[in-house]
């Protein structure tokens, strides 16, 4: 399909390749395709060959590089831990799809780090940023900064909140079992 100035279109639809069209202002590419992220009415500038989307409802809070977002570890796994986006930091508006967001080992703090599992946690509260938009419900995060990280540690023996013992060190108040995390310098407790 090959989308025409006017056209309305929704998340998700195509509206060509970028082959011949440079992907803008509310749009992903994905493949080579270029797809909008938002509902809205198509604009083609001919001219410099961009396609963007004038959204339907003024403008949405959608995902974009830079942004800044919270959510819980739903995997750990190898190279990459998943994180389920709740919403974006001080934004109170819905997204207008659920995303999910991968932070790759490289991403999670500076320096080097042996295993993922001793950055993040199933069920642990995480501040994170995007760098890259990958499609319509994926995002890449980095967790490097140190405002960013596990803001809420979950521990992995008994699920109680654990607390904050150094840098990169939380203890259970519970069980008394003690983990690593790439901690924010905001950490809840
Ligand atoms: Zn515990």
Request: hydrophobic residues 35%.
């Amino acid at each position: 399909m090959k989308a025409k100035s006017g056209d309305f279109v929704l998340p998700g639809d195509e509206l060509g390749v970028t082959e011949e069209f440079i992907p803008s202002e509310w749009t992903y590419e994905e493949e080579g395709k270029i797809k909008s992220l938002v509902v809205g009415t198509v604009s083609i500038d001919e001219k410099n060959k961009k396609i963007s989307i004038v959204p339907k409802t003024g403008t949405p809070p959608v995902l974009e590089p830079g942004k800044v977002v919270v959510g819980e570890i739903s995997d750990v796994r190898g190279q990459r831990a998943s994180l389920k986006i709740d919403k974006i930091k001080d934004d109170e508006r819905e997204l207008v799809t659920s995303f999910m967001g991968g932070i790759h080992i490289s991403q999670a703090q500076k320096g080097y780090l042996a295993k993922l599992t001793e950055a993040f946690r199933i069920g642990d509260l995480v501040q994170a940023k995007v760098t890259k938009v990958m499609g319509l419900d994926t995002v890449d995060l980095t967790t490097a900064d140190e405002e960013l990280g596990v803001l809420k540690a979950m521990c992995t023996k008994c699920r109680h909140f654990m607390e904050k013992r150094s840098n990169n060190e939380v203890v259970c108040p519970n069980c008394e079992r003690r983990e690593r995390r790439k901690l924010s310098v905001n950490y809840e407790g």
